[in-house]
């Protein structure tokens, strides 16, 4: 059975960081593409990073050089490490293992951020 848990989410003020974590079970990140999605309330989710198998990044435009996606194989946990943060930031995040037609998603961890 694969798990995938999220934790690291919270409270912040602008301009302030963050490092969430997705650990994996029932599955291998290391030979999987991965991603972080969030969503708002009354909003469509939205992809905001992935990490292929092969190395290869991609940022939504919108928090392209404030955050950064990257994977620990040894531990199988992704991590999303969130700088700069606005208040638009807000929203569930979620992390998603894929490969072609399979993938899993998380279960979300809210990131507030608010003065």
């Known amino acids: 059975q694969v798990q995938l848990v999220e934790s690291g989410g919270g409270l912040v003020q602008p301009g302030g960081s963050l490092r969430l974590s997705c650990a994996a079970s029932g599955i291998m990140f290391s030979i999987n593409d991965i991603a972080w999605y969030r969503q708002a309330p009354g909003k469509q989710r939205d992809m905001v990073a992935i990490?292929?198998?092969?190395?290869?990044?991609i940022y939504g435009d919108s928090v392209k050089g404030r955050f950064s996606i990257s994977r620990d194989n040894a531990k199988n946990t992704v991590y999303l490490q969130m700088n700069s943060l606005k208040t638009e930031d807000t929203a569930v995040y979620y992390c998603k293992v894929f490969r072609a037609t399979m993938q899993y998603w998380g279960q979300g961890t809210q990131v507030t951020v608010s003065s």
């Open positions: 990490e292929t198998r092969g190395g290869m990044t």
